[in-house]
């Protein structure tokens, strides 16, 4: 199980949008509708931002949104906020209850 | 208030034993899956195991496997991450979460504030 492939930093101005891709296989991403998307503050806990490839949790901001082609994955924050800026992990289910996570992108707000 | 609270920050030498643990409360922790993540330093989130409490059914990473002992008291609410030998590679945070199938199917909804293990001799 090799992680999932994540840019290492994506960066944005106020109000822009940045898209972070997730790069996986047959196995994970493309062999199951189950991508989960995570923010990490420094020094906090991770938090669900995406379930299901496309769905929010209540309370997560609809600038938030996911979504999914073949083994690719993609989480896209739109009007970008200073908040926003924090780590985001993919995580796709592969089977048998294993899961694997991204590589872990640093959104920056410029 | 649905929560996982973990205990506290351990400071180890290499080749001592550990047993960390996750405790659940407000909600009905014999249905949901615990699963354990480990951030190394600087690093991203490793997907290490999971546990269903109430029937003790447990899967590990193959990276993990024979590395770690994942475990739970359904008595207590409380699974748990255990090391027979330490090594300094071992030095990272440990988080618990819940895998909440009813509402978020395979996502994991609620973390653990996470455990500091540091290895050193």
């Known amino acids: 199980q090799s992680a999932l492939t994540q840019p290492r930093s994506v960066s944005g101005s106020p109000g822009q949008s940045v898209t972070i891709s997730c790069t996986g296989t047959r196995s994970d991403i493309g062999g199951f509708n189950y991508v989960s998307w995570y923010q990490q503050h420094p020094g906090k806990a991770p938090k669900l931002m995406i379930y299901d490839v496309t769905k929010r949790p209540s309370g997560v901001p609809d600038r938030f949104s996911g979504s999914k082609s073949g083994n690719t994955a993609a989480l896209t924050i739109s009007g970008l906020q200073a908040e926003d800026e924090a780590d985001y992990y993919c995580?796709?289910?592969?089977?048998?209850?294993?899961?694997?996570f991204g590589s872990g992108t640093k959104v920056t707000v410029l | 208030e649905v929560q996982l609270v973990q205990s506290g920050a351990e400071v180890k030498k290499p080749g001592e034993s550990l047993k960390i643990s996750c405790k659940g409360s407000g909600y009905s922790f014999t249905n949901y899956w615990i699963v354990w993540v480990r951030q190394m330093p600087g690093k991203g989130l490793e997907w290490m195991g999971i546990?269903?409490?109430?029937?003790?059914?447990?899967r590990y990473s193959p990276s993990f496997q024979g590395q770690v002992t994942i475990s739970a008291d359904k008595s207590i609410s409380t699974a748990y991450l255990q090391w027979s030998r330490l090594r300094a590679s071992d030095t990272a945070v440990y988080y618990c979460?819940?895998?909440?199938?009813?509402?978020?199917?395979?996502?994991?909804?609620?973390w653990g504030q996470g455990t500091m293990v540091t290895v050193s001799s």
């Open positions: 979460a819940r895998q909440n199938w009813y509402d978020y199917n395979y996502a994991f909804d609620i």
């Open positions: 546990i269903h409490p109430g029937d003790s059914d447990i």
């Open positions: 995580c796709s289910y592969a089977g048998r209850y294993t899961y694997v």
